[in-house]
């Protein structure tokens, strides 16, 4: 039961483990453990691939919260099988790497327990078919990112960079969770398999656009997608494991996997096509372009993972066209870009993981990672040297890697681009033109890769250690991956037959089984493509070889304070600065200002209900009468109290506050309440006590130098305070809807055996409310006492260092 | 009567909201006690009806008597309102023993030591 569920469950329990283990066991390092939960899912799923490639789906309902149709389901099939293969994949070979990559003394329990909790989420995102739960697990692969990211968080370059990613995947998840809500107000279901099956009547609901440009902003700001794309560089202050993992291979995978799945849902749409292989192709070109530039080895490969991804994205939107209503069956033929772009994204995920982790290698064998200071290490360091080269030449599709075979297939979908008729044959045209151009910029940092870091001058006196091999506990990982660049390129009908296929029966679920899939062959004629993989060669090298002449041109087309970097920062202080300003506006550190938001809150909420209710309604008449002593008091009372305002003396206030209090005392005393006649003449003479034991203490009153239209002000709270409180009161005493419970206590004698009603209440019927009165006044009590008692005058030590 | 009391009620509470708005501590002060002073009149005059009966002390002549519940929550309520006046007023001398100013506006940007 619910076997799927429990896969993503693992990580998550794994985690909480971790810290335990870590205390605990000393001796093992604490990574095997997570490399044995890891390799564990991954064995565990590599058994469905038979089942799923013949067809087969496994869905696992467990209802969570069933009334508002948010329940864990979980859909295993072809697309989500290759991603969780992929998470738990490259999750061991990263954690077996991170062992002999991280100091022991890291706080290893944080890293493992971000990274599982990473694995768990990440697991989650592609399982998940219910979309909440799925938004859910999206914002914890961010969170986790940004925990992993900002691990070294003693270094504000650490800090910035996770602050950065969060708040730009963050906020894209934000719009992509209102889009799915969209969808859901569409569709009425929040399964994206029912969706699939209804969304055919909803294209012309005015909510579908808006659903899906919301929808691929999540997507694109998670795999870092031109203008977003800025967050991946920063983010390479990360560990380098963790850059191998979360920041090429998978976590900035999930926008293409959400791209991918949704596809059935918006494939049809012309929009969907435009947006998604449009911004596609930019970032392919964008991410090469700035590549080049980078004298960091990380930052090269961000960018380059950047293109790379940006490529991948433009093929699913080109394969999306296939989905197009009216089309023939010879638009099947486009399916074959999807194909592709699951094929490179393996790939990628291949050789990418194998450089990040050469460049690892060589950070922490030299300590150093910038290009200028290396060279000349092929021969010092050759088994990286090879794994390098295998993983480059890959990137820059050249044979005999697997980056060759997608590569090709990349230019046969895009040059497939140009039979379609969708606006003019020149912009039609112009796409192929910049993914070519794009490819022979990824060549040039392919080779700079290779020939600035491992060739050239070996440079001892710039490197903080001298070059030597890495041990091999860090070379195994990158070199499993080396191997799967080759095995793949030789045999990739394997791959393509058992794990991409059946992914495609979920990206195009409308098109019969038969049509998908494809024959992958590294020798298909002198064509085309071939001939501009050539041109790439050709002209790449030429650029390589003269880079030094035309790489000055980066600082005069792209200065940085015209960046979208720059646009980033700028924009964040201004938001600071902006929210200083108002939040000093308000907060202005006066109990007055404080009141007198409390009390405009009070008119302008209980005042705007009575008006808008209606509910005044006074009948005087059926009340008791008022005889001439009780006219007399009330007049007396309400001339003390409005001279209380008036008077300049502290003394005088301290008195008329006394007569207000004897005055009700005397009220109690006509409102047949002897109790609290007594009670009320007591506490008033003691309060008076009080208040002119602080008037012996405290300064006589000056003036009050408040500004008049402040004065004002006070007047006019004041005044509406009392009215709507006078009018509340008068209506209430009007609407009397229950009777009232008093009766309950007139027998007293039977229930408490007292004859005096109101001491039977305090004292039977509610003696806990008295005895917690009691217990306020204590504390009261203990108050006073401490505050006359302890003194701590300036220059005394504080009380709480005693 | 009790339309009389509100309208007192309702005068009281515009002169604690007057007083609390000041800027001297002990203003404040004496608007809370004012503010506690209208509370109880105003729970007073929300019973069954003043005067509507004889004093809520069970004789064998009597034959109605006035609403006991409010007296007993006033009766609570009293104590507590003079618990707080007392801390208040405390609070505001010690205060004043430590920044040498008995002024609200004046306590703000204090630092404590």
Known sequence: MYTVNLAIIIPFLAAMIVPIIYKRIKGIHVGWFVFLVSTALFLYLVSYIPNIASGETYLYTFEWIPSYNINFITYLDGLSLIFALLITGIGSLVTIYSIYYLSSEENLSHFYTYLLLFMGAMLGVVFSDNIMVLYVFWELTSISSFLLIAFWYHRKSSRDGAQKSLLITISGGFGMLVGFIMLYVMTGTMSIREMITTISGFHDHPLFIPAMLLILLGAFTKSAQYPFHIWLPTAMEAPTPVSAYLHSATMVKAGIYLVARFTPVFGGELTWFWVVTIVGIITLFWGSFNAIRQTDLKALLAYSTISQLGMIMSMIGISSVALRHGHSMNMVIYTQAAFAAIFHLINHSTFKGALFMVVGIVDHELGTRDIRRLGGLATLMPITFTISIIGSFSMAGLPPFNGFLSKEMFFTSILSVRELHFTSEVWMGLIPVVAWAASILTFVYCMIFVFKTFLGKYQEEKLEHPAHEAPFGMLFSPIVLGLFVILIFFFPNVLGNYVIKPAMYSIFPQLGAEDLGQHVSAWHGFNLELKMTIGVIVFGAFLFIFLRHWKGLYNWILPEKLSFNALYGNSLELIEKVSKIITNSYMTGHLRDYMVYIYIFFIIAVGGTLLNTKAFLFDIEQYSTVTEFEWLITIAMIIAAISMLLVKSRLTAILLNSVLGYGVSIFFVIFRAPDLALTQTVIETVTTVLFLAAYYFLPEWKKEDSKKRSKIVNGIVSVAVGVIFTTIALAVQNGKLFESISSFYENAYELAGATNIVNAILGDFRAFDTMLEVVVLLIAGLGVYTFIKLKARKGDNPLEDK | ?113
Do not use: C
């Open chain 2, 1 to 113: 009567m009790e339309t009389l009391t509100t309208i007192l009620t309702g005068v009281l509470v515009s002169v604690a909201t007057y007083l609390i708005l000041s800027r001297s501590v002990l203003r404040v002060i004496l608007g809370t006690a004012v503010l506690s002073h209208a509370a109880h009149l105003l729970i007073m005059s929300m019973g069954r009806g003043l005067k509507s009966g004889e004093v809520p002390i069970l004789t064998d002549e009597a034959l109605s008597y006035v609403d006991p519940l409010p007296q007993a929550l006033i009766l609570t309520s009293i104590v507590i309102s003079f618990a707080v006046t007392a801390i208040l007023l405390v609070l505001a001398y010690r205060t004043y023993r430590e920044t040498g100013t008995d002024n609200l506006f004046e306590w703000r940007g204090i630092k404590d030591e």
